[in-house]
């Protein structure tokens, strides 16, 4: 699987009064001093939690103490909940304590995993979970693991990261002088110690077996992306990632980045790589006013129907909510989640997916959102998953049925999103007004990647489109009265499709289209192959198509331009096996260059 998500605006530092109202605690339990400040009660609910565990590591213990330090200090100018417990105080008991509701859980310490050399079967009590003092006070050599029975039983923060460094076994690495792993063992290895902590609450499980965790600490605070980005953009990344599905925890991805192509694993991730940096900052706080979670009793693990409970639930959702979904939950969706007259939503997904298991016969109810005469919604971090029995491939049978379909309304955001095998579009956008669409990752379309029917001031900038069954980008009216007004598809990327990079006007309705720009753009897998001409029915106004490139080979005319008054054709690359780039009739106010 594949998971995207776009820069964002790096959050606020609490200001030095913030931080003096609240007082800074750190309360270190295995020195067993605490330095006063606000409850506990009061931390939890307005600072995320952060756990440190340092366990018993022999002569790497003392380093092991200033990686832990390096990473509490990363967090504390932005919470001041921090609880450090280390060796040699480092009990379960003490642990347990520790780690419970945490939103972020850091451990620097020794691994038990499996497979392993010492046992045929999946030891519970003792593999993947932590090696700890088996009493206090002792050394720091002294080591009794506690597994994955023991992990499942602690409740961390819904949403929370757990960071586990210089461990054997958790990144799929062996212990030093053993033989390597093969991927498939490495890949075993990192599945079973994720599911740990994922059946305890966590939404992804990150493991350096080389590094300091002070960069994940500080990008957790500092950056708005995914989890994946932070991991993948690592300063420490190899280059050598694959990705597999969990087969111990539903709806969890895993990857490894061994040093070399086939050994060393030394960084590994699993869980749900989707969720966002604000989603584990938010983990286990107090619900800000409006905010709601899908219920519990809604089925989550994409076993049953969900559409209809949702649906019925959403309703008594008032206007003006943020609406939460589980992370790394799966919701099957025998009908699309209609939203009709609704106003000033918020669907944080945290990485959610809503798979669809409508019919073909269904239609439009297919999509997996709907929105009718709706404003201010905003939809993020969600997979959407289509049934198209052919990804990528175009079926008039299935076309209808597309991830979001907004008809009229107004203000979308729509970002984060993962999209594949819907039959339709990635967006259908049916005369709204103000949609951004950015940001996301549309790995197959069976239809279009975008369709603009009609509307004013809709966007579509900076997403990756890897394969469209028909057009990636369309303005197509249907009727001649379907106007469009400032259309925007710029700095995109698109691999292949079945028929036109880009098409306006195709049908010759002769509707009003005026403001599109095309720009920016880069296609890999296809030229980029547009036409933009309605049949003389009408005349277009002030059309640009600017600084897009192809590297693929096509005989020209690549681009046709017909009927346009204003038309801006300015520093697009497009390699050529005969002919021009360009035909361009009956149009006035040409640039072209």
């Known amino acids: 699987m594949s998971f995207t998500s776009g820069a964002r605006r790096a959050p606020r530092r609490p200001s030095p009064r913030h931080l003096v109202g609240l007082g800074l605690l750190a309360t270190c ?102 090696g700890l003092n088996p009493v206090a006070g002792v050394n720091n050599s002294t080591t009794k693991y506690y597994g994955e029975s023991y992990i499942r039983a602690v409740r961390l923060a819904p949403g929370a990261v757990v960071l586990l460094d210089r461990l054997d076994y958790a990144s799929g690495n062996s212990e030093p002088g053993r033989t390597q792993p093969t991927l498939s063992v490495a890949r075993r290895r990192v599945d079973n110690y994720g599911a740990s902590f994922l059946a ?66 030394y960084r590994s991730i699993v869980g749900c790589p989707a969720i966002l940096t604000t989603t584990v900052r938010h983990a286990g706080l107090t619900p800000t006013p409006g905010e709601v979670s899908v219920p519990a009793s809604i089925d989550a693990t994409g076993a049953s129907d969900a559409s209809f409970a949702m649906n019925s639930w959403l309703r008594t959702v008032p206007d003006g909510s943020t609406i939460v979904f589980k992370a790394c939950s799966v919701y099957r969706m025998d009908a699309f989640l209609l939203l009709v007259e609704r106003h000033n939503l918020t669907f944080e997904g945290n990485g959610a997916t809503l798979r669809s298991n409508g019919r073909s016969s269904c239609g439009g109810a297919c999509s997996l959102f709907y929105f009718l005469n709706s404003s201010g919604i905003t939809i993020r971090n969600f997979n959407l998953v289509g049934n198209s029995p052919t ?6 049978t299935w076309e209808q049925a597309s991830a979001v379909r907004v008809m009229g309304g107004s203000d979308f955001e729509i970002s984060g999103l993962t999209i594949r095998a819907v039959g339709g579009d990635g967006l259908y956008a049916g005369n709204p007004t103000n949609v951004s669409f950015h940001n996301n990752h549309i790995v197959t379309a069976g239809r279009n990647g975008v369709s603009v029917i009609s509307g004013t001031n809709n966007t579509a900038e900076d997403n990756a489109f890897d394969k469209v069954g028909y057009v990636t980008f369309d303005d197509e009216a249907d009727h001649p009265d379907e106007a469009s007004t ?22 010759h309705t002769g509707a009003a ?37 192809s590297t693929v080979a096509a005989a020209g005319p690549v681009l046709e331009f017909a009927h346009i008054d204003g038309l801006t054709v300015i520093g697009n690359v497009q390699p050529l096996t005969s002919g021009v780039l360009a035909s361009i009739s009956d149009c006035t106010g040409v640039t072209y260059r």
């Open 200 to 265: 305890g609450g966590a939404a992804i499980v990150i493991a350096e077996a080389k590094q300091s965790l002070a960069y994940y600490i500080r990008s957790i605070f500092t950056r708005d992306i995914s989890l994946d980005t932070v991991w993948q953009t690592s300063p420490w990344q190899n280059g050598h990632v694959t990705s597999f599905t969990s087969t111990r925890t539903r709806g969890a991805v895993g990857r490894t980045d061994p040093l070399y192509p086939t050994s060393d694993y």
């Open 391 to 396: 990804p990528g491939v175009y079926s008039s």
């Open 486 to 507: 400032n259309i925007v598809f710029r700095n995109n990327t698109v691999g292949t499709y079945g028929a036109r990079f880009a098409s306006v006007e195709g049908g």
């Open 29 to 130: 339990l295995g020195a067993g001093v605490a330095v006063a400040g606000p409850s506990p009660a009061l931390l939890a609910a307005s600072l995320p939690k952060v756990a440190i565990i340092v366990g018993p590591a022999g002569a790497q213990t003392s380093t092991n103490w200033d990686w832990a330090n390096a990473a509490a200090s990363e967090a504390l100018p932005y919470t001041s909940n921090i609880v450090k417990v280390y060796s040699p105080n480092a009990t379960w008991s003490r642990v347990k304590t520790a780690i419970s509701g945490a939103a972020i859980v850091v451990y620097i310490g020794r691994g038990r995993g499996f497979p392993s050399p010492y046992s045929s079967m999946l030891e519970n009590s003792t593999q993947d979970g932590f």
């Open 513 to 549: 289209i005026s403001g599109v720009t095309i720009s920016g753009n880069a296609v890999t897998g296809r030229s980029l192959l547009t036409v933009i001409d309605n049949g003389g029915t009408a005349r277009m106004l002030n059309i640009g198509f600017t600084g897009n490139t």
